[in-house]
């Protein structure tokens, strides 16, 4: 499969490091000088390439932008690309971050870029952290193994992107439309709390839309208050224990 990826952060590296090698074509782009990124690429065992030809002649277009850079975005970057080429997005909104964004009030995070990119989108990978992706991904088939959901309205696209995520270690679960994933977004039940695929479905069912933002903002505050950013470890303990104290 031809991937091309928008962004190499934390989970934007990860993806391309082990969809290379797994033996997928894969090119990246960021906004760092073409030097400099041909060294992130080659670290990645994938190519470098402008934003521009990074979505041409692919399969699948990952998106792993911070919340707020989707904006500045070309209009028309996505205008030339078929409509059978998967668009992933896995994008948080953060408002510390990124602002008040009066829109996501009525829709949800993913609705809102699939407005900003005029494209249907699969929303995955934004609700599993860092570490669980860079170590706890296991085979197919494994007792335990990790679940993520996956969000849209393209039943063929999840299927494909459901394959993308068992080559990087973890099963999935069917979280719905577009206008469901609020259920995954931060401060739910199934956001970065490395449930086994029962769990999840069930996370995903329990989620209280409403009270949703209150807890994401209480356990970033949390985090941000800390004297040094917690570990994974951390991180991940909270996000449970927030969760238990919301029951």
């Known amino acids: 499969m031809k ?15 082990k969809l290379s090698k797994a033996g997928h074509s894969v090119k990246v782009t960021n906004t760092r000088a073409m030097p400099e990124l041909e060294k992130i ?28 850079a989707y904006k500045d975005l070309p209009k028309d970057l996505l205008k030339e690309v078929p409509q059978d080429v998967v668009v992933m997005d896995t994008s948080n909104y953060y408002p510390f971050r990124d602002g008040d964004i009066a829109e996501l009030e009525e829709i949800t995070e993913s609705e809102y870029i699939s407005g ?6 699969v929303k995955v990978f934004n609700n599993i952290l860092e570490g669980t992706l860079k170590h706890k991904g296991t085979a197919a088939g494994t007792e335990g193994r990790i679940a993520i959901s996956v969000a849209g309205d393209n039943e063929e696209h999840k299927k494909i992107v ?7 270690g973890f099963d999935t679960v069917d979280g719905g439309t577009l206008a469901e994933s609020w259920r995954q977004q931060p401060g739910t039940p199934a956001y970065c709390t490395e449930l086994e695929e029962a769990e999840l479905k069930k ?10 933002p209150a807890i994401r903002d209480s356990i970033m505050d949390g985090l941000r208050s800390k004297d040094s950013w917690p570990t994974y470890e951390e991180i991940l303990a909270g996000n449970r224990l927030q969760q238990k104290g919301k029951n």
């Open 3 to 17: 991937i091309g990826i928008v962004g190499t952060g934390a989970i934007g590296s990860l993806l391309a490091k």
């Open 41 to 68: 690429a080659a670290d990645l065992g994938a190519n470098a390439a402008t934003l521009q030809d990074v979505v041409k002649d692919v399969d699948a277009i990952i998106f792993s932008m911070p919340f707020n």
């Open 116 to 121: 900003i990119l005029d494209r249907p989108l």
């Open 162 to 168: 459901a394959q993308i995520v068992d080559i990087t």
């Open 203 to 212: 996370a995903l069912e329990s989620a209280e839309k409403g009270k949703a």
